[in-house]
């Protein structure tokens, strides 16, 4: 079983960047394919982006394609969120996930096995 801690969140102005990390433990960290997905205030948790267990093909939300860049260090056990360009829109809790069932990726939040505590992200205009 692998555990999740998140962390680069904070407050910023609109424009600027962030790089959230997803530290794992516990587990074989290159045999989860892992995902970001963030939760705006009274809405649904939603996919942000995916990324392969060998972080050859990663998948993205419309809403952060061109913007966001996800990516994995497998000696280092964590996965990355480049937020570049960050707008209003993009303020929630974000949260990495691990799939531990599939060799490709899934933007499906009952795919993924193992969830992170969520670090908050808040973009002011």
């Known amino acids: 079983q692998v555990q999740l801690v998140e962390s680069g969140g904070g407050l910023v102005q609109a424009g600027d960047s962030l790089r959230l990390s997803c530290a794992a433990s516990?587990?074989?960290?290159?045999?989860?394919?892992m995902g970001w997905f963030r939760q705006a205030p009274g809405k649904e948790r939603e996919f942000v982006a995916a990324i392969t267990r060998n972080g050859a093909s990663t998948y993205y939300a419309d809403s952060v394609k061109g913007r966001f860049t996800i990516s994995r260090d497998n000696a280092k056990n964590t996965v990355y969120l480049q937020m570049n360009s960050l707008k209003p829109e993009d303020t929630a809790v974000y949260y990495c996930a691990a799939d531990s069932a599939r060799w490709g990726i899934s933007r499906l939040r009952h795919d993924y096995d193992y969830w992170g505590q969520g670090t908050q992200v808040t973009v002011s205009s």
């Open positions: 516990g587990g074989t960290f290159s045999s989860y394919a």
